[in-house]
């Protein structure tokens, strides 16, 4: 499946508690698990202002639908086409 980088803006989302995260999460997983099987989240990056979140997906649509149901933001949504890291120098 594609891989996708998802920007949510966000504003103070970095002065969350542990408690609001992990409610996020769950509604998160919640929405994840009625969609089905075709997309799936990796990880997120909390910032200031900002998550990233790591998905993957079937298609951008369904991430925007998971978006939508969750009632979190997607900003910008991109497909990832290469990983690179220290080690792809060698």
Known sequence: MPKFVIERDMPAVGKLSASDLRGASQK??????ALGPKIQWIQSYVTD???Y???Y???EGLV???A????FPANRISQVHSV???ATAE
């Open 28 to 33: 998160s997983c919640e929405v994840l698990d």
């Open 49 to 51: 202002d900002k998550i």
């Open 53 to 55: 979140c790591v998905y």
């Open 57 to 59: 997906a079937a298609d």
């Open 64 to 66: 925007r639908r998971h």
């Open 68 to 71: 939508e149901m969750s009632g």
């Open 84 to 86: 690179i890291e220290p």
